[in-house]
């Protein structure tokens, strides 16, 4: 019966949750009819509130449609796979606007960067969209469109009744041990209330004022009028044409081709990649080959390339003794025949070893690790570098020592001394660097 007491504060914290959070449900939203009238509220703030107040991926390409239809960038369409962002000049720009500027700013060689290389840099993307998502947020708060779920108010109450369940949950604790020891009943409490108060964390996100919600009803309005001009299947460039009807339309969920090619908010792809090397924007394909002879340092493929051709050797001789009973294979031959083997195996890693280390220079566009190992206390990684020459459009991403990988960035054009019959990086050096340096890692 100890804790009986416990669990009934704990239902009890549960229904206070429950009530404050139907109390701070968001306002019902009533669309006013389909209008052409265009209220102040940019498109990423349109996006937030006409999404439930959950911003969505599609608001920083909106936001960037929206710098291109007001002049701050151009947007071309070169051929039918390619597309390029232009700089102009910027003034006055909101701080979300200039985080989506200045990533387009990083990217630019010359001024120009391809739309489909917008999910490329050294940015951490998770931080990058916390970062935008704040300050579009703030934004939306200081129009009065939104605020915090939870008031000063609600959180005092939520976490003064949190002690409540965590106090009995440590009496209990306490009085079930024979020698009522304190501790484990205190740090029971601490975990408990811990535990209570991320639910009230995770539960408090936006919510709309009155004033948020009929902004919401007004722009689902323009959203009825925009839905019949087809904006789904325009190009990003056709923003010369449309202006900031088509921001507003990728903000509101109607224009996904334009969205899709600007993928400022979305993980740069593995096995695709962007590159300016040689002074025009083109996509390469990189493949990270098996590591069995490749992308393994030298005396490793030597060495597994020895005991790959003692295995076969050894076997194939003892597969040939076995024949050799049954007059299959001569006897006299079963030694050789197994050492042929064996050479034979080991022959090809060490050819490839030995091949003389070339020189190269080229932009490196993915820098990546995998998992290859380790225990609870260490893990292993693979590292990989690939680099565009500007000879091929297919990649094959190089094995690289940790302490190299880590002074690189994506985007660095580098001279390297690579052994390619092994796909190692022995040396290399950048010769011009990306500007940025955080990494986001794979």
Same mark, same amino acid.
């Given at each position: 019966m100890?804790?009986?007491?416990?669990?009934?504060?704990?239902?009890?914290?549960?229904?206070?949750?429950?009530?404050?959070?139907v109390r701070t449900r968001n306002p019902e939203i009533q669309p006013v009819p389909p209008t052409a009238a265009f209220a102040g509220e940019p498109p990423a703030v349109v996006d937030l509130i006409t999404g439930g107040w959950r911003l969505c991926e599609e608001a920083s390409a909106a936001t960037l449609l929206d710098l291109a239809a007001r002049g701050a960038v151009q947007i071309e369409e070169v051929g039918p796979e390619l597309s390029l962002v232009r700089l102009r000049r910027a003034d006055a720009l909101n701080p979300y606007e200039q985080l989506v500027y200045d990533h387009v700013r990083a990217l630019a060689t010359d001024g120009v960067v391809a739309t489909g290389a917008l999910a490329e840099g050294s940015r951490h993307l998770g931080t990058w969209w916390k970062t935008f998502r704040k300050t579009v947020v703030a934004d939306a708060r200081a129009r009065g469109l939104s605020r915090p779920r939870w008031s000063r108010s609600h959180l005092t109450l939520l976490t003064a009744a949190a002690t409540v369940p965590a106090f009995f949950l440590a009496l209990g604790v306490t009085l079930s041990d024979t020698d009522?020891?304190?501790?484990?009943?205190?740090?029971?409490?601490?975990?408990?209330?811990?535990?209570?108060?991320?639910?009230?964390?995770?539960?408090?996100?936006? /919510?709309?004022? =009155?004033? &948020?919600?009929? +902004?919401?009803?007004?722009?689902?309005? $323009?959203?009825?009028? !925009?839905?019949?001009?087809?904006?789904?299947?325009?190009?990003?460039?056709?923003?010369?044409?449309?202006?900031?009807?088509?921001?507003?339309?990728?903000?509101?969920?109607?224009?996904?081709?334009?969205?899709?090619?600007?993928?400022?908010?979305?993980?740069?792809?593995?096995?695709?990649?962007?590159?300016?090397?040689?002074?025009?924007?083109?996509?390469?394909?990189?493949?990270?080959?098996?590591?069995?002879?490749?992308?393994?340092?030298?005396?490793?493929?030597?060495? /597994?390339?020895? =005991?790959? &051709?003692?295995? +076969?050797?050894?076997?194939?001789?003892? $597969?040939?003794?076995? !024949?050799?009973?049954?007059?299959?294979?001569?006897?006299?031959l079963t030694t050789l025949g197994g050492l042929a083997v064996g050479v034979a195996v080991a022959l090809v890693p060490l050819a490839r070893g030995l091949n003389s280390p070339a020189h190269l220079e080229g932009q490196v566009v993915r820098l990546r690790r995998q998992r290859v190992g380790g225990n609870e206390n260490h893990t292993n990684y693979a590292h990989w570098c690939a680099i565009d020459e500007g000879t091929s459009r297919q990649l094959r991403a190089y094995g690289i020592d940790e302490e190299l990988w880590n002074r690189l960035s994506e985007g660095d054009v580098v001279r390297a001394r690579v052994i390619r019959g092994l796909g190692w990086i022995g040396e290399i050096q950048p010769i011009d660097q990306f500007p940025q340096v955080a990494r986001s890692l794979s």
């Open positions: 100890t804790f009986v007491p416990a669990v009934a504060a704990v239902a009890l914290w549960a229904v206070l949750l429950l009530v404050l959070a009522h020891d304190l501790g484990a009943g205190i740090g029971l409490a601490v975990m408990a209330f811990f535990l209570l108060m991320t639910w009230v964390g995770k539960l408090n996100g936006e /919510r709309g004022t =009155a004033l &948020g919600a009929r +902004a919401a009803g007004h722009w689902l309005g $323009v959203r009825a009028h !925009l839905a019949t001009a087809r904006f789904g299947d325009q190009p990003a460039a056709g923003v010369t044409v449309w202006g900031r009807p088509l921001a507003y339309a990728a903000a509101l969920g109607l224009a996904p081709r334009a969205v899709k090619s600007l993928p400022v908010s979305v993980p740069a792809d593995d096995r695709r990649a962007w590159s300016s090397y040689g002074g025009m924007w083109h996509a390469v394909e990189v493949r990270y080959p098996s590591r069995l002879v490749w992308g393994r340092k030298p005396l490793h493929t030597v060495g /597994r390339a020895l =005991a790959a &051709g003692f295995f +076969a050797g050894f076997w194939s001789w003892i $597969v040939l003794v076995v !024949l050799s009973a049954f007059d299959l294979w001569p006897h006299s």
